[in-house]
């Protein structure tokens, strides 16, 4: 007996009373398969929330997800037991067990997947799908197999392991950060390009899991073909052996007996035999591209600006094509050659960074002359390096890079983050002074109204991870009217 089944008799024993109860309560294995179907939504919602309205190094959100995840795996160990000790098996049952399991990992695995792309985990998300790839061909490789009467229960990587890896992985993950701190992180040296983070507690293991889950289904595969070789050789040796041999011996017999007259034998007309089968052309294997269309995102995007400032600010042409800055003997910052975007009634902030000048501009979003308090910001392109144009933000820049997060605090005041860098907050909001609204922030300790925030990259990071030097802060203070600015580490 192999030790992956003792020690799964030996979790039984422990369950089994658990069993019996769930049998005398008068539960079926489809009810208790259809449990832990909705224990996985749960997980996924958890994920989903995490990504929302977490911020990238809060993992409580992935440690309580591990803890749901392995309370719902026990009752993919419970639905057979009490299939079995209840004496409820059938066939559909068997059916309706196989089809939930893949929708719960199929769901858990789309929670997992939002939440590391939400939070920037560009690298670990893909290698969660490729994770849910070989789970999913795991078990369909099985299942083709024994369709073809082949067994087929090998490999390492089937659903408990696998569950009982993304569970116990994401527990400790969520426990560690209480202690580690969730933004700890350990960087390749001379670059900001991270070896190991709080989080990689999580997807190392998924990491490890995705290669070993997708060689178990080629294992499978492997081990399937080897006995269909060797049924298909016996077959064709007992087609062989069946196959009567034929002799000359009748016809040498009447000849020398002297029943026939001399001459040339004749022999019987063969038994028409079908024609050779032409040979078939090896099939190449299916290729499955995977196109993955990932945004270049930048990794700390902070704050917006606005160029208005307490006691007002000259406003430019509508159709203005922006101001250049005035161009200084000696360049320290490409910054210093950005364009000044052109202002309006409406607008807000702007935020710009390397490694060109088109801009980000926000503007109040007003519905008839109304604030839309759904969404009270508009963010957009100025795209300098084209046709100076206008342009809509794209789905991906929008919901994980440049987008904001509105909350209504209430008193016509909205808590503003952008989606991608959620530790400062900004307020927008009615300014006495001019009556109009206004986006504040806090700058070195003192309340201002943000004119600009600038990110500076520089060349030796990754297209996963720029090497973001600081991001910049600059706005107007509301009591002195003077210019600030700060420089913030990313």
């Not at 011996?249 to 034998?265: K, M």
């Not at 109304?370 to 963010?379: G, M, N, Q, R």
């Amino acid at each position: 007996m192999s030790t992956r089944k003792k020690l799964q008799l030996g979790i039984y024993k422990v369950i089994n009373p658990l069993v019996r109860l769930l049998i005398r309560m008068g539960l079926t294995p489809n009810m208790v398969t259809t449990i832990g179907l909705i224990l996985n939504i749960g997980v996924a919602i958890i994920f989903i929330s995490g990504a929302e309205e977490g911020r990238r190094g809060d993992l409580s959100y992935v440690g309580w997800a591990g803890a749901l995840i392995l309370f719902a795996g026990l009752f993919d160990m419970l639905d057979g037991q009490v299939a079995r000790l209840g004496n409820m098996s059938s066939q559909f049952g068997a059916l309706y067990d196989s089809v939930l399991d893949r929708y719960s990992e199929l769901i858990l695995f789309l929670g997992i997947c939002y939440y590391l792309v939400a939070h920037h985990y560009f690298v670990s998300s893909l290698f969660a799908f490729i994770g849910l790839i070989g789970s999913m061909m795991v078990s369909y490789t099985r299942a083709r197999a024994e369709g073809l009467g082949i067994e087929c229960k090998d490999g390492l990587m089937q659903r408990p392991e696998r569950v009982i890896i993304i569970g116990v992985s994401a527990l400790a993950c969520g426990i560690a950060s209480r202690w580690m701190g969730g933004d700890y992180k350990i960087a390749w040296p001379n670059t900001n390009f991270p070896v190991f983070e709080t989080i990689s507690i999580f997807t190392i293991p998924i990491t490890v899991m995705a290669f070993l889950a997708n060689g178990t289904a080629i294992g499978r595969l492997r081990d399937a073909k080897k006995t269909l070789d060797a049924r298909a050789t016996a077959n064709a040796n007992a087609a062989s052996a069946a196959k009567p041999s034929s002799n000359g011996n009748a016809a040498s017999g009447n000849a020398a007996s002297g029943n026939v007259a001399p001459g040339p034998a004749t022999t019987p007309n063969p038994a028409p035999t079908s024609a050779p089968a032409s040979p078939k052309k090896p099939s190449l294997p299916g290729t499955t591209v995977i196109l993955i269309l990932i945004a270049s995102l930048v990794a700390g995007l902070p704050t917006g600006a606005q160029t208005a400032s307490a006691a007002g600010h000259p406003m430019m042409s509508v159709n203005s094509p922006g101001v250049l800055h005035s161009r200084p003997a000696v360049i320290s910052d490409p910054v210093d050659t950005f364009p000044i975007p052109p202002s309006n009634v409406n607008s807000l902030f702007y935020l710009q960074r390397t490694p060109n000048a088109n801009t980000i501009i926000c503007e109040l979003n007003l519905k008839d002359g109304i604030l839309d308090t759904d969404e009270p910001v508009k963010v957009l392109w100025i795209r300098y390096t084209e046709q100076h144009q206008r342009q809509e933000l794209s789905f991906i820049q929008r919901h994980f890079a440049y987008g904001l997060k509105e909350r209504d605090l209430g008193n016509g005041t909205f808590e503003l983050r952008f989606v991608s860098y959620k530790k400062v907050p900004m307020y927008l909001m009615r300014s006495p002074v001019d009556n109009r609204h206004h986006v504040y922030v806090n700058i070195d300790g003192r309340q201002a109204i943000l004119s600009r925030v600038y990110i500076r990259i520089d060349p030796g990071g990754t297209f996963w991870s720029p090497n973001v030097k600081y991001l910049e802060l600059k706005g107007v203070d509301v009591q002195t009217g003077k210019e600030l600015t700060q420089r913030l580490k990313v």
